[in-house]
């Protein structure tokens, strides 16, 4: 029988509300670590190996993750992940030590991972196929929104006290309480067929590598982004406003990308997201030089938000675009490890940059490597045809900082037009 949206939704919220909760303690952790470096003069090549450890354990996570949900259980598995998060963050602000970070971080990303991949299964096995895309929007939505909360909240204390580390780990730990209680389920993590980077590069050379670009900008701004802000000379509430626009900015721009990108050829459309992440930098380094109100800063970090934020979730339908659909979970297994390891390499880059260059060769990197792939995008398009509209699948709005939400996606169910119970 198929279920409503409103009968899916209601059996799902508490998976939302743990989501949210969660995400809002680790976006507020996300914030609190550089700005805490920062504050206490580490140099930013040191922040940023700290901060790119996240990826890597988000690579590490996304690889192995999978064992001990099944392994286990979705709901132990689920509290294993949250409470050594949760454990993780209170022990920053007792071992404020460089090496301690660094696998404070991994075990973060990894288990991020695994609270994502064990919420995204139970939504998939509630959705059907005529609602799956409408709780993948619900739950973007979510996940867009608590991130925002959560970098805001960095105004609730002061960086450098323990309190802000205690209200993350709260966050996290409070996650249990709404998954704990549920009584869904374990949803079916049965693999799927294999495929090689190799074979998915041959598919879609603009796919895998617009996926690794992707993740050295968003790795990268994500991690370093508010210690940019503050270099510049924002305050720490200003910092973490400009952070919460970028991401708002992100999830405005999903709509009317996705419009564009099913009625055109999506690599020029990838192209222009690019270029407007590239001009957005580059204009932002004309207004910091001219000294432009706040309010501009503010619009320019929309629009480089929404820009940024749409190259992935391109990369996965121009990917999709050229595979068979039995092969559409196992490519999106490929993208997203070949996204972790740009998200780990970016923020080194960058940092290594900012060391020896200034605040200044942060733009330069981010618009550069959009400038570049965008060309090369470009290049692709004079030598291969589109194809046909009729031949494609449709655009899916993903997340960047996490893209893990690939057991919802619609386009990765074996017969999108039958009906499925939840």
Known sequence: MTQSLREVLSSVKSLLVGT???????????????????????????TGAIMAAYYFGLALGGW???????????????????ALTAATTLAYASFFDPAAWVIFRIINGFCIA??????ESWLNMRSSNQTRGRVLGYYMLTFYLAIAAGQT???????AGPDLFMLSAALIGLALIPVAATRLGEPNLS????????DLYAASQVGVVGAAVAGLMVGSFYALGVVFARRIGLSVPEAAMFMSVVVLGGLAAQVPMGMLADRFDRRIVMAGALLAVGGAWVALAGFMASGVPLIVLLAVALAFGGAMSSVYPLCVAQTF?????QYYIAAAGRLVMVYSIGATIGPLLASGLMAVFGPSSFFMFESSVAILYALFVLVRVARSPC?????????????DVTPVAMALDPRTRPDPDGAQDG
Do not use: C, Q, W
């Not at 909240?153 to 960086?159: D, K």
């Open 20 to 46: 949210a909760a969660f995400t809002i303690g680790n976006s507020l952790l996300g914030v609190v670590l550089p700005l805490r470096m920062e504050a206490a003069g580490y140099p930013v090549a040191l």
């Open 64 to 82: 192995r993750g999978k064992r001990v949900i099944l392994r286990i259980g979705h709901i132990r598995a689920f509290a294993v992940f949250a």
């Open 114 to 119: 695994g609270m994502t991949a064990t919420i």
């Open 153 to 159: 909240m960095v105004n609730l204390a002061p960086v």
């Open 191 to 198: 693999d799927s067929r294999a495929l090689r980077v190799r």
């Open 321 to 325: 675009d050229r595979l068979e659909r």
């Open 387 to 399: 194809l046909p509209a009729e031949e494609r699948e449709p655009y899916v709005t993903l997340p």
